[in-house]
């Protein structure tokens, strides 16, 4: 039934590829084009960065990231911040769940890197609840809102890393949920300095969770926080 009503949909609405913006078949995710020209990066495990930074002190246990922050992987984000690009949001979220179903692995939930309340609004979803709704379903492990981001603070990407730093302290406020002994995966859609995820797991140790993950479609080079 569900492949039924996307064909009929996609007659009044045809399907786009995320990464060029082209038109695709209406059961596809992505054009052959793109997908030829997407390069998986060797990122570490621990930090999800190429130019490691495990020395730092990290709250999250490991993490994995699939592309370089450039090219048609920043485009289908953009699109997903700002047209509400679905079929990067399913196309992250499967390429994601491969992994973390290699890594044997198993977890309690999924927490997205929150966005404030007014943003929200404005744009009318979180990208990132998006890419962890797919994860979600592969999985078959719920989403929980266990974070709330406070109104007014500074938006990161116009700042630099020592900037973003400091800004992220306080940005993030536990929610009421017990975490104990949780096991749980922590969404973004990009890895930059690491200090947003970091944070993030920050407080959600100090709410009980027991092993974090923290996973995200790309990741920049450190030296460009331009994301």
Known sequence: ???????????FYPNRCPFCDGFIKWDCLICEKCFAELEYIHACDKCGKVECMCDKSLFYDDAYVLFSYGGIVKESILALKEKNGINA???????LSERIIASGKIY???VPVPMSKLKKRIRGYNQSSEIA???????????????IKKENTI???TLSKKEREENVKGMFLPSDISLSENKIILCDDVITTGSTMNECARILKSMGADYITAVAPATTNLNNTNA
Do not use: C, W
């Not at 949001?89 to 390429?95: D, H, L």
């Not at 979600?136 to 929980?144: E, G, H, Q, T």
């Open 108 to 110: 309690d939930m999924i």
């Open 1 to 11: 039934m569900t492949k039924a009503i996307n064909y009929i949909l996609d007659i």
């Open 89 to 95: 949001a399913q196309f992250y979220g499967e390429k």
């Open 133 to 147: 709704e797919f994860i979600s379903r592969k999985l078959n492990i719920p989403v929980v809102d266990a974070l």
């Open 155 to 157: 938006v990161q990407h």
